[in-house]
Each structure stands twice: as structure tokens, then as C-alpha cells.
């Protein structure tokens, strides 16, 4: 995996964890209706919002990350909704800012993808 910073790294993001869902079955769609990441898969439905290497900026951008993905939720529950941010594993202390509490609450899964390009589950609900 070629890494890259700033500009352009959400996107080597992005296609790491576009991969490591195929490979797990999902059907997965990209840059739909402002969202990075749509996938479904036996009827499930998860929408992630990406962040990439932007060094001074990672918290800023994780902040925004997550305003982001809590505007993707349905307008009424859903069962077979998650959601999911996904950060370079370098980033991953800026979302541990939010407490665990509030993101298993939510059912916001976290995952991270290293320089090398695997994508580890730091958390999930589902």
C-alpha cells in the first residue's frame, strides 16, 4: 500500500477498507449521497465515513467525522443499520475521545488501517 498524507490519503483509506469488505461478502457502493462507504450484505446495511492521514488536522477531521456519520443514521431505527468510521491506525486516539459508552450506544463500529493496508476492528456492536 503506497501511503500518502494529507490530500489523497482518505482515499488509500478508503480502498483498504472497501477490500477488506468485498472480502468478507459485502457488496459495497462509494461517494454515495455524501456518504464514503455504503455496503449491504443479507439485507444489513452499513454506511462508514472515512478520514485519512492529515496529520495536525486529525482531530479537527475526526470530529468532523463523526458529525458526519451521525447525520447518515435513518430518520427512524432501524435494525439493520450500522454505521462506522474508519481512521488511520495512527488516528485511532483521536476517536477514543468519544467515550466507548456512547459509541456502543449508537452501535458506531471503529476501524483502522495501518500503513501496510490492513484494516483491524478496534470496535463494533454487530
Known sequence: MTVSYGRGSELE???A???YLKADGWEVRRQVGY?????????RTLKA?????TGHSQG?????MFGQILRRFPKQ??????????????????????PSWV???LGIA?????????????????
Open 103 to 105: 459509541l456502543s450506544r
Open 13 to 15: 483509506i478508503e480502498d
Open 77 to 98: 431505527p432501524d435494525e439493520d443499520f450500522s454505521a462506522a468510521v474508519v481512521v488511520p491506525a495512527e488516528s485511532v486516539a483521536t476517536v477514543h475521545r468519544i
Open 110 to 126: 471503529v476501524y483502522t488501517v495501518d500503513t501496510k493496508g490492513p484494516v483491524e476492528t478496534v470496535a463494533t456492536n454487530w
Open 49 to 53: 465515513e472515512v478520514k485519512g492521514r
Open 35 to 43: 456518504v464514503d462507504v455504503v455496503a449491504t450484505k443479507g439485507g
Open 17 to 19: 477498507f472497501t477490500r
Open 60 to 64: 479537527l477531521d475526526s470530529d468532523t
